[in-house]
Each structure stands twice: as structure tokens, then as C-alpha cells.
């Protein structure tokens, strides 16, 4: 049963009676989905839009407490923490780090760990992910027999960003980190912060710029951040790359430009390939067979 600890993973408690109410008002994942074997994906924006955090939601059955937990990157949790503070005011809420006692497990091929262990379900993001759970972190060395690497190589190859890994917080829209893809904005429920500018995205129907995944050739990888250029211009920037495979946010027109031109595409000054990942449904750049072009009459 492949598990790992992802010591990159912090957890937030908010709690209270009018906890679901408060979180739901500025989320972008809809409260109403999210149960104690039901997890969601979700993300607090800033009234632009943009992405300040990302997290997966869970939620405690009421004989333990209630409330919810949000699982989110250890280094931005205090961060996250102090946002929710500044939107409290005076609802009847508590927020609580809980990152000392509990532990964020990730799991595939094998169920999840029984309710008693912990808070556990299916990744919201995408099934071949496999399984989350919260645990007590005293509890974590048992459960566990393979690293976080071994995780992170497996996200990495299926095309699944991460903010602060990904993508840059307070840079990106939830459309070009792929969360209208991967079930991190509910589309259908209520207002929440920044939600005018998503909608406008998703009405509009298209992004311009995407995290798209990509394959390179032998050698080092890019590190996270470096510029993808196509020629001398820059068109994006690399994020986290592992076992040859690694994920890069493109102007998906530029780099198709490119690619027409025949102008080969770097990242951090390595050359790489987008592959496709048929759960995305966004069509990749590549490089188009003239004879199909004439054949269409452009």
C-alpha cells in the first residue's frame, strides 16, 4: 500500500457554528460537497481573482467535533491562518493550526485507512491520485511506507499542479492552475471572493495561459521558476519537475506560434515536449504536419 508523508502539508481547523457558512462565503469548492468521506478541492482568492491559496477541504463528523480541515502547503499556513482572521469579524468562528498534531498522508493502489485512523477520501482532484487522509501525527510512522518524492513524481506525471510549487500565489487565475479542471471552483454555488472574474473566465470559455505537463530529455531538470522562452521570448515559467517529467505554465498561443515556426521551446534552457493527459481536455501545442495544413487550406 504505497503512502507518504507529506511533510510539506500544514492543517488548519476552522470550527464554530457558523463555520461552514464563513468558509463557504469565500471559497471557491462548495460546502454543500464536502462530507466526512468527501473531501474537496478548493482555493481562497483575492477579490481580483487571483489564487492566494490552495487547499483540500475535509470535514469532521460531529461525534469527533465537527468542523473543517483544511489541508494546505506547511510554509504558507500561518499566512492562510491570518487571511481567514481578517475575514472573521465577527462570525462565530474558530481558526486553529493544527499542523503539530496532525499529519497529511497520500496514498494509491490500495484503500484508504479506516475511519478510526482518521479522516480519509478520495483525492477531489483526480481519482489516479488515489487517497488523502488526515492522521495524528504520532500515528504517522505506521501507515506509511513510501517518501514524499515518490508522491510528487506521481502528481507530476499526471499533469496535477500545486500552488507554491506550480504556480506563484497572488499570480494565477484558478483556470491557468487547472482547478476549473480538476474540480477546485464550483461554478454553481454562491458568491464567494472573487468569483465575478472567474465566471467571467469560465463564460468566456477559454485560457489563455494553462500549467500544461511536459517530458524532457536526459540531463538536469529545470529548477521551479526558471523562464520557458521560445527563441528569445519569454512565453511562461517552469514548476515542479520530477523523473524527466515536470509541469510548466505556457501562453498556450505563443508556444503553439513557436512551434509553428519551428522554434523549439526551453525551459530553464533545457528543451522539452508537452504530452497530452485526456482527464485535461485542453489541447496541447504541437508541432502541426504541414500536409494537414494545406489539406484544410491554411
Known sequence: MPAAHLEDRGVIKVSGEAAKGFLDGL??????????????????LSPQG?????FIVF??????????????????RADLAKRLGFYRLRAKVAIEDRTEELA?????DAPAPPAEVGLASADPRLPALGWRALVARVDVAGLVDADEGAYHARRIALGVPEGGKDYVYGSAFPHEALMDKLGGVDFDKGCY??????SRMQHRGT????????????????????DVTAGERVIGAAGSAANGRGLVMVRIDRAQDALDEGVNLRAG?????????????????????PVDKDADGR
Do not use: M
Request: charged share 20%; proline share 8%.
Open 27 to 44: 471559497v471557491t469548492c462548495d460546502l454543500d460537497r464536502v462530507a466526512p468521506d468527501a473531501a474537496r478541492h478548493g482555493a481562497l
Open 50 to 54: 487571483k489564487i492566494l491559496f490552495d
Open 59 to 76: 470535514a469532521a463528523p460531529d461525534d469527533i467535533g465537527g468542523g473543517y480541515f483544511l489541508d494546505c502547503p506547511a510554509a504558507f
Open 104 to 108: 497529511v498522508l497520500a496514498g494509491w
Open 193 to 198: 471572493v472573487g468569483q465575478e472574474v472567474v
Open 207 to 226: 485560457a489563455r495561459t494553462r500549467i500544461l505537463p511536459v517530458t524532457y530529455g536526459e540531463g538536469p531538470l529545470p529548477e521551479t521558476g526558471a
Open 269 to 289: 534552457g533545457r528543451d522539452f515536449a508537452f504530452v497530452s493527459a485526456e482527464w485535461l481536455g485542453v489541447a496541447a501545442p504541437s508541432v502541426q504536419n
